[in-house]
């Protein structure tokens, strides 16, 4: 009866120690994720995000991965709380998360939020036109005709003629807080 008995547990041990084995691990998801996002499939991209950041807490590039598909599955309420935690959590991309968390408070017309954030990614990554033009077309909209004078003129030639050539990159759809679809033409 013992050695039945000491069967059954080693048995049941080494049934669960495989299970442990084969359950999916956050990375796991958020390999699933990118690999929907990249095929468009963004609920599902969502859903594995969410799932790996369920998983592991720390998971950074799941919160990145979670606020750049959120908006696209039509979820951008956790868009400011996901881009802040990476920031928080980690030290690549920053720049990345800065604009799109710029971009985000700008939609919500916290236009002086929307500044300071791509200043931060202007000051980590300056090679990156974008966060230029975002701040310029931002400055636009905000009616702040002194600041953009000032912002215009501490511009060096190279940069304002970047500015002056849209890439594919600077051309984004953005939905305002009022649902509308708008096109920012960023680099006009």
Same mark, same amino acid.
């Given at each position: 009866?013992?050695?039945?008995?000491?069967?059954?547990?080693?048995?049941?041990?080494?049934?669960?120690?495989?299970?442990?084995?084969?359950?999916k691990?956050?990375?796991?998801?958020?390999?699933?994720g990118?690999?929907?996002?990249?095929?468009?499939?963004?609920?599902?991209?969502?859903?594995?995000?969410?799932?790996?950041?369920?998983?592991?807490?720390?998971?950074?590039?799941?919160?990145?991965?979670?606020?750049?598909?959120?908006?696209?599955?039509?979820?951008?309420?956790?868009?400011d709380?996901?881009?802040?935690?990476y920031?928080?959590?980690?030290?690549?991309?920053?720049?990345?998360?800065?604009?799109?968390?710029?971009?985000?408070?700008?939609?919500?017309?916290?236009?002086?939020?929307?500044?300071?954030d791509?200043?931060?990614?202007?000051?980590?990554?300056?090679? %990156?036109? &974008?966060?230029?033009?975002?701040?310029?077309?931002?400055? *636009? $909209?905000?009616?702040?005709? +002194?600041?953009?004078? /000032?912002?215009?003129?501490?511009? %060096?030639e &190279?940069?304002?003629?970047?500015?002056?050539?849209?890439? *594919? $990159?600077?051309?984004?759809? +953005?939905?305002?807080? /009022?649902?509308?679809?708008?096109?920012?033409?960023?680099?006009?």
């Amino acid at each position: 009866m013992k050695t039945l008995s000491t069967s059954i547990l080693s048995l049941l041990i080494l049934s669960l120690i495989i299970c442990l084995g084969c359950a999916k691990k956050s990375d796991d998801f958020l390999r699933s994720g990118l690999s929907n996002e990249k095929n468009h499939k963004y609920k599902e991209a969502l859903a594995d995000f969410n799932k790996a950041i369920e998983l592991d807490s720390s998971n950074a590039r799941a919160y990145l991965g979670r606020a750049m598909v959120g908006c696209k599955a039509g979820a951008c309420e956790s868009l400011d709380a996901d881009l802040s935690k990476y920031i928080e959590m980690t030290e690549h991309d920053l720049a990345i998360a800065y604009i799109g968390r710029g971009i985000s408070k700008r939609l919500q017309q916290d236009f002086r939020s929307s500044f300071n954030d791509l200043d931060k990614a202007i000051c980590i990554y300056p090679a %990156d036109i &974008q966060s230029f033009v975002f701040k310029e077309q931002f400055l *636009k $909209e905000s009616g702040d005709s +002194v600041h953009l004078r /000032e912002f215009r003129e501490s511009l %060096d030639e &190279q940069t304002r003629m970047r500015m002056k050539t849209p890439t *594919k $990159e600077c051309i984004i759809d +953005v939905e305002s807080t /009022e649902g509308n679809k708008q096109k920012h033409d960023i680099g006009k």
